[in-house]
């Protein structure tokens, strides 16, 4: 199926640990992003790659550190978890704006992290 | 602050009625403007992009734009339960720069 996955879906994880959230794309897409969207359901975007180069890092704790290792994946590592961290993680992606204008991104389906 | 302001809700509507989704935002820069639909638990999905000002439908949906009043709206016409979720109002800042309204939670009533 062509989609955006991440692993894991679930990620239940005590403070202090250090731990990674995988996302890969097989839509051929350039740009790919984090968001994070916390209790009160605010979206909010994080990190952004093009073509594995890091064009978008809102103000967001130097714990978490993104890594492309190519354009179809991106992933995100935490260090040091803290009670806030616990949210939803969603990763997208977007088309490179030659084959689609649009600039619309397809999320996948997300992970739920919970730090006790 | 780039900011995208939505009614949180809910947003409560008959079935059959049309339901009016507004969002504004700060940047008079913005080019494209978006509206995700998320059912509770699951994704954002794609519901409309509009660049223009004016209006644009697609079936059941017509977004608007007026970009002097810096405001997007959606209308959903013969609004079905299966409509009830939170509608996202998404805003290109430039760059590729997404910001993301609070969201309005929309429920249509049987």
């Known amino acids: 199926d062509t989609a955006v996955s991440q692993t894991p879906k679930y990620l239940v994880t005590q403070m202090g640990n250090d731990k990674s959230i995988k996302c890969e794309q097989n839509?051929?897409?350039?740009?790919m992003y984090w968001y994070k969207q916390d209790s009160k359901k605010f979206l909010k975007i994080m990190f952004s790659?093009?073509?594995?180069?890091?064009?978008i890092n809102e103000t967001v704790p130097n714990r978490f550190s993104p890594k492309s290792p190519d354009k179809a994946h991106l992933n995100l590592h935490i260090n040091s978890l803290e009670l806030g961290d616990s949210a939803v993680y969603f990763c997208?992606?977007?088309?490179?704006?030659?084959?689609?204008?649009?600039?619309?991104?397809?999320f996948g389906p997300g992970t739920r992290l919970t730090v006790l | 602050q780039k900011e995208v302001e939505q009614n949180s809700g809910p947003l409560s509507v008959p079935e059959g009625a049309i339901a009016s989704l507004n969002c504004t935002y700060s940047d008079r820069g913005s080019q494209s403007f978006f509206w995700y639909r998320q059912y509770s638990g699951k994704s954002p999905e794609l519901i409309m992009f509009i660049y223009s000002n004016g209006d644009k439908e697609d079936g059941r949906f017509t977004a608007q734009l007026n970009k002097a009043s810096q405001y997007v709206s959606l209308l959903i016409r013969d609004s079905q339960p299966s409509d009830s979720a939170t509608y996202l109002c998404a805003v290109n800042m430039g760059g590729q720069n997404f910001v993301f309204g609070p969201g309005t939670r929309l429920s249509v009533l049987p």
């Open positions: 997208a992606s977007s088309p490179p704006r030659w084959r689609d204008s649009t600039d619309t991104q397809y």
């Open positions: 839509l051929g897409h350039d740009t």
């Open positions: 790659y093009n073509n594995k180069e890091l064009i």
